[in-house]
């Protein structure tokens, strides 16, 4: 176990530092494609994890669909409304607000860290204590059955709703860009 | 290869479901699409039958759940626990469905005459309940945040319904990202209470957090969770989207949010209070406590200030928000349960019928005015008695003065709070007192205006309401005055024992 255990602590380490500094390039970046990259290389770490964890499925699904999909419709999207210039972001109308925000993230990640530093015995989780791995049940795709376990039986009706959801989503996507008819909309242009 | 993959699924089996549990969610999800289909095929003329047939889905999943109410024998309990249909969850549900149809009421003529109509309001309208119905039986933190969801992304949409008006614009973006924001919090704080017990079910939690002592990890968590329900039910500090969002969405639609929404709010928070989190009573009550007090006396003395009657109406609704807030600050207290959830349960029925019946006056006069201002309310008894007689019901109500709804309501959460017993408790009632009289004040200067001020510009022609905004005039005037002069109604609605069946479970 030892020698897998550095191993493991080199792809945790590496994969955490990716997530991490992605994430401080999406805000930091002021060139918008370069924050959607940016974006790219958390969700990238996020599957790296999820590897490490055995649960392979997810990270395919996280890579097919975060970081392929989403991350290209953001860029589309950006290439669309020509934005893929840098903007001026140093204007600032409340000047308080950033180092505001910086000390509360300060203190958010210190208080998030001490909680969970305080808690690291309470949290071990022996194996087999109720969380199934991969390992455990022997066979590759026991991961996938467990999820459809979850997904298709004890959360089957919040599963079903989310297509609602969707029907709201694409409903709302044609309202929100739909063009009013002529005639009212050149009667009233109300602005009160 | 279908073969060896079919002879893999031979031990599964699929989840038996209760599907007459499921009815109003059922029904709803249908009317959904039927309402999405038939406006497509519609002719433009006959555009005023979706308002109807949106009615008559909800009224079908209202006859669900009265049936539901009358042979149900004890909790039905779905997936293991994690959907538990019980008293608690039905008398809700016939509350989102009762205020979701009087918004129907009186969205039906406002849309079309302020020339944005569209039918897809209905569709969104109709998700939006589902999502709430959804909430009153979730009882496991996936359900709660997919309902969460499902009812505040059509919000979002109907803030912004005006499309051509900046306010209407300002009030959806407002409130989207301020959403989605404290959907962020709460996420996370659910990340963290999955990550603390190593269960999303309610029950689960509950046991995990009342074993042993809590750790960091729960406090976060806890504090978490509630903060983020805090946006929904516009509870200060986190209430700066509502003015706005109130006072720039379509009148209709602010109706719903400041008693819909909001109520969904409240029964998020209290599934988790009452079974996720009794062994946390210690973190959550003080900032339950701050939170009430804060909001009750920042809407009060901002609602003071306003001189625009929706806008007025939006912070009177953030501080009747603390009202419903403050008897969950003591619902750990040994014995005082049973009364806060009372309580709670008690004033958000009669506040929908009181503030919707606010909102549909104001519909039906600035019809004729055009305008939101308090003053235009001038004379309004001169030349509409039953609008201003209506108006008075509830003011009246909504500042406590018997024997209508509202004063049951704060006798109620009064009551439930000096049970505690405490000196905290004591110091909440003297607050919330204090309260009442400011919000008086406020209610009672729009009155005086409407009874005693003179028409604005003399013009004292009647107001002729449409027969939609009559119907929900009359339900709403009806609904107040019952519950006041009959609180034995609902005195008894949501006995904790019906809640703790998702303990049954």
Redesign the interface.
Known sequence: MSDATFLEFVVFFSAAVMILGGAVGVITMKNPVHAALGLVLTLFGVAVQFVAMQAHFLAAVQVIVYAGAIVVLFLFVIMLLGVDESMDLSIEPIPIQRPLAAVMAVGLVG??G???V??RD??I?APGD??ATAADAGTH?ANI?QL??NL???????FQ??S??L???V??T???T?K?PKD??D?????? | MIASLLA?AGD?T??S?DWAA?AP?IVL?IG??II?LLDLQLAETKKWAIATITGFVLLGSFVAVVVLAVTGDGARS???G??VVDDYALILKALFLLAAYVVVLLSQTELEEG?YY?G?FY??LV?SV??MV?MAS?R?L??IF??L??LS??AY?MA?WN?????SNEAGIKYYLLGVFASAVLLYGMS?LF??T?STKLTDIGAALLDGDL??????AVVFVVCGFAFKISAVPFHQWAPDTYEGAPTPVTAFFSVATKAAGFVALMSVVFIAFPGADGVYQPLIWVMAALTMTFGNVLALRQTNIVRMLAYSSVSQGGFILMPLAFAGEPGVGPAALNAVIVYLIAYAFMNLGAFAVVIAVTRKTRSGEISSFGGLFSYAPGLAVAMTIFFASLAGIPPLAGWFAKFNAFKAVLDAGTTAAYVLAAIAAVNTVIAAAYYMRVLRVVWMDEAPDGDTSPVKSPAPVVAALAITVLGTIVLGVLPNLIARAGAIDALTGAFAG
Request: proline share 2%.
């Open positions: 208080l998030v001490a909680a969970i305080r808690a309470a949290l989780i109720g969380i795709d059955k459809a376990t298709y039986g004890d959360h089957v009706f919040a709703l989310t609602v959801l029907i709201v989503a409903a709302g044609v309202l929100l739909r009013w009212v909309a009667t009233e242009s109300s602005d009160a | 893999q599964w699929s989840p479901i499921l969610e999800a959904v699409n999405l779905l997936f293991d994690r959907y020339g569209q897809e569709v969104l998700c589902l999502g959804m979730a496991d996936v359900s997919v309902a969801e499902l992304i059509p949409m912004a499309k051509r008006n900046r306010k963290l990550g603390a190593g750790i960091g990890l729960d406090v976060v």
